[in-house]
């Protein structure tokens, strides 16, 4: 068995399978893709990157199967699937993952077809593993999916602890051991066992509070949302989307500097666009609340007309609707297990909060951020407030 130096978990074994799938290409192309993509712009230390992370993963996945006492074939697919569950990623991970899925329709977790025209499905079929189940279970089907991609996945517990390591947030911080020892099937649903509300409720907590304070930082969401934009300007002026997919982070910067050279160099150098609107969900009406990728695009073209600026100098952002997915997490009470929304009381607090952290924004360049503002206001009716 091998063993592999890590700053979160300390020594990681792996197993023979893990051995050769180390050594493909596509889990190697995950050492050029940062974890946090544009989050780095905010916090300089924050360079790990999603090789380390999916490591991590294999790790809590290998000692989650150990407690639930879930061994040979089943667990070598689990642990195969917590190791190659990001190959899907583009580059800069979920900052270009909706310009992905809207010209391909595909998600960053559906790697069937990737699997199979890869190296990866040969090292799956040589150590006799069923690469379409591996791929099930990075999608979280099947009952043991649900430790790869669920409510109480082993995903998470890694990305949170190893997040705040590398950015210095303490916030982050949860007892991944306890939870992976507590994991418990009831009915086919992985839970937390009796006497855990407390141990859910830290790790609902750690999420909201690494929500806030890092992952949705104003200065990330800015550079996030350059970059969509300019992704999307690189595809339409003629890259092959299938090319875009597995471009790395470096790659991506070389082809914007060389075709989006108005948006590439600014990412590249941190010269963002400021906050023209910076609207908490109380301020914005509902039917721009709802808006959908063309309208955002629409009003970006109505906004820069009235404020007489070039269109590809306004950037509307608005992001979904508060969702708190964590709270359907199930944890065992008085025998019967409940999701944790009806157990926990705090809850509802880290909901409203949520809620109450929620803005729009609307960016441009520092010297055209006072008419953008004006035309903002008027195009979207939002009440506009300084950032």
Request: hydrophobic share 40%.
């Amino acid at each position: 068995m091998k063993a592999i130096k890590d700053s979160v978990h300390d020594y990681i074994t792996l197993d023979p399978v893990a051995v050769d799938l180390l050594d493909t290409d596509a889990v190697q192309r995950l050492r050029h893709i940062k974890q946090l993509s544009t989050v780095r712009l905010v916090y300089p230390s924050a360079n790990h990157t999603r090789f380390e992370h999916s490591l991590g993963v294999y790790h809590l996945a290998s000692r989650s199967l150990d407690s639930l006492g879930v061994e040979d074939d089943r667990a070598r697919h689990v642990r195969a699937a917590a190791l190659i569950h990001d190959v899907g990623h583009g580059p800069y991970g979920h900052q270009t993952e909706k310009v992905i899925e809207r010209h391909t329709g595909k998600h960053h977790d559906e790697v069937g077809e990737l699997l199979g025209r890869t190296d990866v499905g040969d090292v799956l079929t040589d150590h006799g593993l069923d690469a379409e189940y591996v791929a099930a279970l990075v999608r979280g089907e099947r009952e043991l999916g649900q430790l790869v991609s669920g409510e109480l996945d082993v995903d998470r517990m890694d990305y949170l602890v190893r997040d705040a390591h590398h950015t210095g947030v303490p916030y982050g911080t949860i007892d991944h051991e306890r939870l992976v020892r507590e994991l418990r099937y009831s009915d086919g649903t992985l839970v937390l066992a009796e006497g855990n509300v407390r141990t859910a409720e830290s790790l609902l907590l750690a999420r909201a509070l690494m929500d806030a304070t890092v992952y949705r930082h104003h200065v990330s969401r800015i550079a996030g949302a350059m970059l969509e934009r300019a992704s999307e300007r690189l595809i339409d002026e003629g890259t092959d989307v299938e090319t875009f997919r597995r471009m790395a982070d470096h790659d991506l910067l070389v082809a914007l500097r060389e075709h989006v050279p108005e948006l590439g160099r600014r990412i590249e150098y941190r010269n963002l666009y400021k906050r023209a609107v910076w609207a908490e969900l109380a301020d914005v009406p509902t039917d721009v609340v709802e808006l959908d990728h063309e309208a955002e695009r629409r009003a970006e073209r109505e906004i820069a007309d009235l404020a007489d600026v070039a269109d590809r100098q306004v950037v509307v952002d608005v992001p979904g609707r508060p969702a708190f997915t964590e709270a359907g997490s199930r944890v065992v009470v008085n025998g019967v297990p409940q999701r944790l929304e009806d157990a926990s009381e705090l809850v509802s607090g880290l909901r409203a909060a949520q809620r109450a952290g929620w803005r729009m924004g609307v960016y441009a360049p520092a010297e055209h951020v006072d008419e953008v503002a004006a035309a903002a206001e008027q195009v979207l009716g939002v009440r506009v407030a300084d950032p």
